[in-house]
């Protein structure tokens, strides 16, 4: 792949990822946004004493949201679309749209999910102020497992190809991955520090928008720069001709 089809990638998923990051910006406004004001209510409810805000909440749930989610989003689509770069052809015989696509779906699992089922996200007055350095710590360490056990599963299912076939390859990769992960599950430790009283209900409903969020910016992506991978990659025989066909000078 030349150094003018890699920009060329990288323009589109950058463009692909601010797409995608509307995409998350609309579902963090509708789905996550009245939880985040519910939680702050009941932090607020439940305060001997009331902080000045520097930033508007008002200010904090618009134009701050979306600058850091479309930003997000940015940067997001240009590392992603690198990587994407790197995969085709070595992931298997898939197309551009395909190879995006089962991309990002494994990485939203190995990135997000995995260490989300072990440490999800917590809304507004969940948490000790006094231990968010040690459940930062816990939750990156819980992402960097999860990417190099994605990895090591990878390669540990092209080395058993050969022999086992994809199909049963895969099948052994996977359960291996699971078993690790289960295991870091069990010996890393546990965080509770949810409030007494906070609402079940808003906790849940929080978690659930983290996640579809995520999920829509993955997802969102996947989509999108497989589609325009695949025309920059595969044009048509159509486009390709009429794109150069040049007409005679006289």
């Known amino acids: 792949m030349n150094s003018a089809t890699v920009r060329g990638l990288l323009v589109r998923g950058m463009l692909a990822g601010l797409a ?8 963090a406004y509708f789905l996550g946004e009245p939880s985040v004001d519910k939680a702050i209510g009941f932090e607020d409810a439940h305060a001997h004493e009331h902080e000045t805000e520097v930033v508007s909440r008002s200010l904090q749930s618009t134009a701050g949201l ?61 948490g000790d102020s006094d231990t968010i350095g040690r459940r930062t710590a816990l939750y990156f360490l819980m992402m960097l497992l999860s990417v190099l056990l994605a990895l090591a599963a990878t390669l540990l299912g092209r080395r058993l190809a050969p022999r086992l076939g994809t199909w049963y390859a895969t ?26 009283g906070f609402p ?51």
């Open 20 to 27: 995608a990051g509307v995409l998350a910006l609309i579902v």
């Open 66 to 126: 979306a600058t850091g989610v479309l930003v997000h989003g940015v940067a997001f689509g240009g590392i992603a679309a690198l990587a994407c770069c790197f995969a085709l052809g070595r992931v298997g015989r898939f197309s551009p749209r395909a190879t995006a696509l089962l991309l990002s779906g494994c990485a939203l699992l190995a990135v997000y999910v995995v260490p989300f089922l072990k440490y999800p996200a917590n809304p507004p007055s969940v």
């Open 171 to 196: 099948v052994v990769a996977v359960a291996a991955f699971a078993a690790v992960i289960g295991l870091a599950y069990a010996f890393l430790p546990v965080v509770d520090e949810v409030p007494a």
């Open 200 to 250: 079940a209900a808003l906790l849940w409903r929080f978690r659930l928008s983290a996640l579809a969020v995520q999920a829509a910016l993955w997802g969102g992506f996947g989509l999108l720069f497989g589609e325009l991978a695949e025309r920059l990659l595969n044009p048509k025989p159509g486009a390709t001709a009429s794109a150069e066909a040049v007409p005679a000078a006289h």
